[in-house]
């Protein structure tokens, strides 16, 4: 299994943006130090609920602190962007990090952030599976058009520069649909699964059909298929510690279902729960979660690899924990937690 960092830059208390983001970079140079694989960043917009608007930029700055790790998008929200800008940005990403991007794609699922981008959400997967198209040309071919009803490409054109890696970085795609898993398998992509969303019981089928349909990745065909697993992560001393810090991932929860049914309350950017009942028991929840002391999370850990997970990414920074609290977390789950999955680890 393969570690990874997440990072959305949350802050339920409207935290001023400069001080999360020295935060951020300040944790994935740890995550470097401590022997992470990989590192990945959110986009969201409008809200407290991530500050990480553009993650191309913030893995640049970063890369310059982290000199080893790999670096993600989970996702970048491609609908939001245009198709060849998109190819540019990635493309100039990949080359500042020295070929140590890999690219994150889905479609978005907050309403507040289509109206507030003025993109219709009803076309979000029209219009990625468009723009997907347009960003591989983009990255292989030379003079190239494009018939498309959402960004045609009526005259001939070459998008510069091409990215480091060639043809194009690897790409994974966040699926919360059997629909989105098997468009992954058959273009070649490596997925992204959300604990918060995918229950124990349903990944076992979503992984095995996953395997079984994707096809060869085009930018290295001999690569076995990835699938990665976004999960919130604490690890403690003890339990009570662990539960203690509970408040701070339904916190992250609660927003996001909010946010998912289009019944944010949000004033000047700030996210409230004021009236909502979540739609898991906090057992439930627990259940869903790496949290609590190190034998704990190993359990969980493992649970999910022996179901054919490759990538963890754990989500450490999260819901506005403190800073010193996270690095700790992060300490503790290399010290005690990796090194008991180095078999699949190697």
């Known amino acids: 299994m393969r570690f990874g960092t997440f990072h959305l830059l949350g802050s339920p208390s409207m935290a001023p943006a400069v001080e999360r983001f020295a935060e951020t970079i300040d944790h994935i140079a740890l995550a470097d130090e401590l022997g992470f694989d990989a590192v990945w960043v959110a986009e969201h917009h409008f809200s407290n609920y991530g500050y990480s608007a553009n993650p191309l930029l913030l893995i640049a700055r ?5 000199p080893r790790v790999r670096f993600g998008q989970a996702v970048l929200v491609t609908p939001f962007w245009h198709p060849l800008r998109l190819a540019e940005d990635i493309a100039i990403t990949d080359l ?3 070929g140590r991007l890999e690219i994150g794609l889905g479609r978005g699922y907050q309403p507040v952030e289509f109206r507030g981008l003025d993109v ?4 979000s997967r029209p219009i990625f599976e468009e723009q997907f198209e347009v960003m591989r040309l983009a990255w292989t071919a030379d003079d190239f058009t494009f018939d498309g009803k959402h960004f045609p490409v009526r005259s001939p054109i070459t998008v510069l520069p091409r990215p ?3 043809p194009h970085p690897p790409i994974w795609l966040a699926v919360q649909s059997q629909t989105s898993l098997d468009w992954a398998a058959e273009h070649g992509c490596d997925v992204i699964l959300s604990g918060a969303s995918t229950d124990w019981q349903q990944l076992p089928a979503w992984i095995e059909r996953f395997k079984q349909r994707r096809r060869p990745a085009p930018d290295d065909p001999a690569r076995a298929p990835r699938v990665g697993m976004l999960r919130h992560v604490f690890v403690a001393e003890t ?3 662990a539960r203690q810090a509970l408040w701070q991932s339904r916190w992250q929860r609660g927003v996001a279902e909010r946010l998912r049914l ?3 309350r949000i004033t000047a950017g700030r996210n409230s729960l004021e009236g909502f009942v979540h739609s898991m ?3 439930d929840w627990w259940d869903r979660i790496v949290y609590g002391t190190p034998e704990r ?3 969980q850990m493992r649970r999910q690899a022996a179901l054919g997970v490759t990538d963890a990414v754990a989500w450490f920074d999260i819901g506005g924990l403190p800073a010193d609290a996270i690095r700790r977390s992060m300490r503790l789950f290399a010290q005690e937690v990796m090194p008991a999955l180095t078999p699949a680890h190697a």
């Open 62 to 66: 970063a890369s310059a602190d982290a």
């Open 164 to 166: 480091l890696q060639q």
């Open 239 to 241: 339990e009570a510690e």
């Open 120 to 123: 219709d959400q009803d076309q």
């Open 297 to 299: 999370c190993i359990t």
């Open 262 to 264: 289009g019944e944010e």
């Open 96 to 98: 500042l990090t020295g």
């Open 281 to 283: 028991s906090e057992e």
